[in-house]
């Protein structure tokens, strides 16, 4: 089932809904990868499941893994990309329940390091030429 309202749900069919944050770069096996449009941490992206489901308790155990397997995979290849000190990674939902995951690389000498990341921080913005090299990196590594 799609939610009309969900930028993850109508990805393809009303891209308005993504284009307000995100760019979407590529399927994985059972989600979605998605380019943060805010860049304030290098290589920010979102792994946002297949189906509208809101928590991990409404996958199965193989579901579940799968997702587990996309994110750690999209993270893989963040980390070869961009060589981040460390990934965090938040679930959140609270407005939008489309079960997805924040990957978040931070820099020991970049912004926030030490501390939570801003949800959307609205400091730094690409062009289309450097979001596009940001994606092809991220490919390069799946």
Request: net charge negative.
């Given at each position: 089932m799609k939610d009309k309202n969900c930028a993850y749900c109508m990805r393809g069919e009303n891209d308005e809904l993504l284009d307000k944050f995100g760019i979407y770069i590529c399927d994985l096996n059972v989600s979605?990868?998605?380019?943060?449009?805010?860049?304030?941490?290098?290589?920010?992206?979102?792994?946002?499941y297949k189906d509208h489901v809101s928590e991990l308790v409404n996958l199965s155990k193989e579901e579940r893994n799968a997702f587990f397997a996309d994110v750690a995979r999209a993270a893989k290849a963040i980390h070869a990309a961009f060589k981040p000190d460390k990934v965090n990674y938040g679930a959140y939902?609270?407005?939008?329940c489309h079960l997805h995951m924040h990957l978040v690389p931070k820099y020991k000498d970049g912004f926030e390091w030490g501390g939570v990341f801003a949800m959307s921080p609205n400091k730094t913005f690409l062009s289309q030429?450097?979001?596009?090299?940001?994606?092809k990196k991220i490919k390069d590594n799946l």
């Open positions: 979605s990868l998605i380019l943060f449009k805010e860049q304030s941490h290098k290589g920010r992206c979102v792994v946002a939902g609270d407005t939008g030429e450097e979001y596009a090299e940001v994606i």
